[in-house]
């Protein structure tokens, strides 16, 4: 049974930082690409950042380009999300998504669709 679970979400004042987990397990693709969204109350969802596990590539959306980092730990199979100079804006429960994909597969925006969803996690951000 595949498992997505993300972690580390919470209340940061603006300026702060949070790291989030997404562990995911019960899966047996070679090659597949995290999606990192996120949705705030009354706006649509937005994907926020990709990786490929298929070659590294990644992928972040113009509104946390510089602030937001995706990586992975490839003993546990976790991939984080640290995300520094929160703003107000930034507020929304995040998901972490995941898609099988073919060898050579390049995150070259949001993943388009996702095989397993995670619960998500909140993040608050107060000015």
């Known amino acids: 049974e595949v498992h997505v679970v993300e972690s580390g979400g919470g209340l940061v004042q603006a300026g702060g930082s949070l790291r989030l987990s997404c562990a995911a397990s019960g899966f047996t693709f070679d090659d597949y690409a995290i999606g990192w969204f996120r949705q705030a109350p009354g706006k649509e969802r937005e994907g926020v950042s990709c990786?490929?596990?298929?070659?590294?590539?990644?992928y972040y959306a113009d509104s946390v380009k510089g602030r937001f980092t995706i990586s992975r730990d490839n003993a546990d199979n976790t991939m984080y999300l640290q995300m520094n100079s929160l703003k107000p804006e930034d507020t929304a429960v995040y998901y972490c998504?995941?898609?099988?994909?073919?060898?050579?597969?390049?995150?070259?925006?949001?993943?388009?669709?996702?095989?397993?969803w995670g619960q998500g996690t909140q993040v608050t951000v107060s000015s």
């Open positions: 990786y490929s596990t298929s070659d590294g590539s990644t």
């Open positions: 998504a995941v898609v099988a994909t073919s060898s050579g597969y390049r995150c070259r925006g949001p993943i388009p669709f996702a095989d397993y």
